[in-house]
C-alpha cells in the first residue's frame, strides 16, 4: 500500500505552477521569456496599509489572535459588506483566514462528506475541484462555452442539480474568463437556485473590485435574500489591495458553518498572520483610491490585449467585464503545424509551443476545464504585453 493517502491520489498537481516553473527554468537558461500566467496584480500593496503594519508590528501586536480573526478585522468586514453590497452581517458570522484559499477549503471541508456534489461552471478557477477531491466530495463540472460569453445558463444550471448536490460554486467576475454576471443573469440563476433548497451557494467575490466600464458587481446574497441563510459569501484583500503574499481571505455566512470553519481551522493553522491582519483593517477602513486606480490601468490593459488577440489568425477574444484574465478560443488553430513543427492537436501542444518557439507563457484551457482556449493575465506591463501579444499574433501567423 502506498505511505501517502488514497484522498491525494485523487488530486493533480496545479498547471498553472507547472507552466510558471517551466518558464522560469527557460529564463534562467538565458531565454527571453515574458511570463503571462500570474495571477496577481503587478502594483505594490499601498503605502498606508504597509504603514499600518509596521505599526502593528511595533505596538507588538505580534502574538496570536482569535483564530478566525480579530474583533477590529471582523467589525471591519461586517461595515465592508453593509457599505459595498448592501448585505448585513454581524462578527460572529464573520470568519477571516490564510488567504482566501484557505477559507473556502474550510468552507468544503467543514461540509462534505463522500458522494456529495459540487456544481463547478466551467471553465474554473484551477484549485475549486482539486479542493472538493480533497474534501471528499464530487465536482460536477458543467461546460459554459465561448458562446454563451462563458456563463452559466439557468437551464445548465437546472440541469446539473440533483439530491446529492451540497454546494454551488459562483464566480463573477471569474477567474480564468473575467466573465461578470449581470444582476438580471444572476437573478435567473438565483431564481433556479430558490426551487432547490438543500442547495448551499459558494459565492467566490475575490475580483469584486476590478470589474469595467460600467458593470455593476453583484453577489447571490444581496441580489436573492431568500438565499442569505444558505449562500457564503467569501472575498479577500489579496486581488483589490495587492496585497497576495499577505495571505487574509474571509467569508461570511450562518452562524453553525462559520463555527464549523473556525473548528477547522483551530487544529490546523489557527490565526492568520497578525500583523498582515492589522494591515487588512486599514485596507478596508483607509482611503479606498487604490482601487480606482487600478481598475483604470487594468481596464487599459484589457483593451489592449483584447484588440492586438483578436488580430491575430485563430484566435477569438471576447471582451470581457471583469478580473485581470483573458479566455482567448483558439479552435481556429488546432490542427495545424506551427513554425517550428510542433503539431498542434490541442490547447496544452498550443501553449507548449507559444513557449517553446516565442517565450511567451501562457497557461492551457484544458487546466480550467474547457478548450480549446488559454488564459492570459494582463496583470503585468502594457510594454510586455504589446510583445506578449505580437509574438502570439506572429506565431498564429505561421500556423498551416
Ligand atoms: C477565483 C479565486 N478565488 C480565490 C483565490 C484565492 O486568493 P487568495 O490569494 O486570497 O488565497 C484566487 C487566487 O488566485 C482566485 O483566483
Redesign the pocket.
Known amino acids: 500500500m502506498s505511505f501517502l493517502s488514497a484522498s491525494l491520489d485523487r488530486v493533480k498537481p496545479s498547471p498553472t505552477i507547472a507552466v510558471t516553473t517551466k518558464a522560469a527554468e527557460l529564463k534562467a537558461a538565458g531565454r527571453d521569456v515574458i511570463g503571462l500566467g500570474a495571477?496577481?496584480p503587478d502594483f505594490d500593496t499601498p503605502d498606508n496599509i504597509k504603514q499600518a503594519a509596521i505599526a502593528a508590528i511595533q505596538a507588538g501586536k505580534t502574538k496570536y489572535t482569535a483564530v478566525d480573526g480579530l474583533p477590529e478585522l471582523k467589525r471591519a468586514i461586517c461595515d465592508k459588506f453593509a457599505r459595498e453590497n448592501g448585505l448585513e452581517y454581524q462578527p460572529n458570522q464573520i470568519s477571516v483566514g490564510t488567504?482566501?484559499?484557505?477559507t473556502?477549503f474550510n468552507a468544503l471541508l467543514a461540509t462534505l462528506n463522500p458522494g456529495d456534489e459540487v456544481i463547478i461552471p466551467a471553465p474554473y478557477?484551477v484549485?475549486y475541484p482539486d479542493m472538493v477531491l480533497l474534501a471528499g466530495g464530487e465536482p460536477v463540472a458543467v461546460q459554459c462555452p465561448m458562446e454563451d460569453a462563458y456563463k452559466l445558463t439557468p437551464a445548465a444550471l437546472e440541469a446539473a442539480i440533483t439530491p446529492r448536490t451540497k454546494w454551488f460554486v459562483f464566480?463573477s467576475p471569474?477567474?480564468p474568463t473575467g466573465a461578470g454576471y449581470s444582476r438580471t443573469e444572476l437573478k435567473a440563476l438565483t431564481d433556479v437556485l430558490m426551487r432547490h433548497p438543500h442547495v448551499w451557494v459558494l459565492s467566490?467575490d475575490?475580483?469584486e473590485h476590478l470589474v469595467f466600464d460600467d458593470f455593476e458587481f453583484c453577489t447571490p446574497a444581496q441580489v436573492e435574500p431568500g438565499l442569505y441563510e444558505r449562500t457564503l459569501t467569501c472575498n479577500?484583500v489579496?486581488?483589490a489591495y495587492a496585497m497576495?503574499g499577505w495571505?487574509?481571505?474571509y467569508a461570511a455566512g450562518p452562524v453553525p458553518l462559520i463555527k464549523a470553519m473556525a473548528k477547522i481551522q483551530s487544529q490546523s493553522t489557527s490565526n492568520p498572520c497578525s500583523i498582515s491582519q492589522w494591515a487588512a483593517v486599514e485596507a478596508l477602513n483607509g482611503p479606498q483610491d487604490y482601487i480606482r486606480e487600478s481598475r483604470a490601468v487594468f481596464q487599459r490593459r484589457r483593451d489592449l490585449v483584447v484588440s492586438m488577440l483578436n488580430a491575430a489568425p485563430g484566435v477569438t477574444c471576447p471582451v470581457p467585464e471583469g478580473a485581470f484574465y483573458v479566455y482567448p478560443d483558439i479552435s481556429g488553430c488546432i490542427g495545424k503545424t506551427s513554425a517550428g513543427g510542433a503539431k498542434i492537436a490541442d490547447d496544452e501542444a498550443f501553449a507548449a509551443a507559444l513557449l517553446e518557439e516565442t517565450g511567451v507563457a501562457v497557461v492551457f484551457g484544458a487546466a480550467f476545464g474547457l478548450s480549446p482556449a488559454f488564459r492570459v493575465s494582463y496583470a503585468t506591463s502594457d510594454a510586455a504585453l504589446t510583445e506578449a501579444c505580437s509574438r502570439i499574433q506572429a506565431f498564429c501567423g505561421g500556423l498551416s
Open positions: 495571477g496577481e488567504g482566501g484559499k484557505q473556502l478557477w484549485s464566480n471569474s477567474n467566490d475575490m475580483y479577500g489579496s486581488k497576495t495571505r487574509i481571505g
